[in-house]
């Protein structure tokens, strides 16, 4: 059977709930202007089940986790394709093109919960990636199928981030990480104000908001300048800060740009560009650390 109005999805689940309520919202660049997505949310509360109290005692807590909710969500595209053109779009986007089908979709995903963020002042309310998530499926359905969430058609993705390499790759990946996270935890290493910073930037970049990452790289910055001095016997740190100081003028003119409205695209190249200088110094820090 041929069909003929179908609409393609990428569709993220999450083990916890996602923030915004349950339903169906539009997604468009600007007021008046035909919807470009369809955003739709699920959301399953789970529990553990718990003995029954008895009368006059207090309820026991049990020796297994609790159990947290399920989130979904669905990012259709609202464009109507054909049949035969939304089978060839799940192929690449399965297969050659995984990555930037999950990328679109994670992109307009954390737009909407950007936007949750700001209207319910929750600062809980993250960006999520696609590392954690349970399922990451695209596919394409009828408009009553997507818009409960369902399908004709769906294949699930595997985005070269979530790829596994061998055991002794992925331990030796992981050792320096659980080494400092023992340092942290036990005082024998301070976490910088810098380093979030510039997570908060990067995640910036990384979800396509320019005026955010020119904020964020901006004051990062200036704060790594000014943290990192303790560290400038270290020759690996020492040799990077120059190149951190040089950058300073530069980010501040893009923060001032950004203030002004969307920087230019020569604005986020340096953006880019000091944001890199910044995180490649703190790993200098961080692989030159004697705990």
Known sequence: MSLDRLY????????????PEDGRYLIRDHAGE????????????TSVTRRARRRGRDQESLRVPAEVGLGRATLVDAAVVSDEQARAWLEAAAGPDVDATVDEGLRWLNFALRAHRAASADAGTVDLTPEHALVIRAGYGEGFEVADGNWTAARDLTPSSRVRGSRRARREAALRPQERLAALLSGRDAMLACEELA??????????????AALQAH??????????????????????????????EALAAAANEALQGGPTEGTMQQVEAGLHAIEATLRARAAAARY
């Open 219 to 248: 004051i990062a910055l200036e704060a790594a300048v000014a943290e990192l001095q303790a560290f400038r016997a270290e020759r690996a740190v020492g040799e990077r800060l120059p190149d951190l100081e040089s950058r300073r």
């Open 34 to 45: 035909d919807p470009h997505h369809v955003f739709v949310v699920a959301g399953w509360e």
């Open 8 to 19: 393609r999805f990428v569709q993220f689940e999450y083990p916890f709930p996602l923030g």
């Open 199 to 212: 997570l908060r930037a990067r995640a910036d970049l990384v979800n396509g908001r320019p005026r955010e």
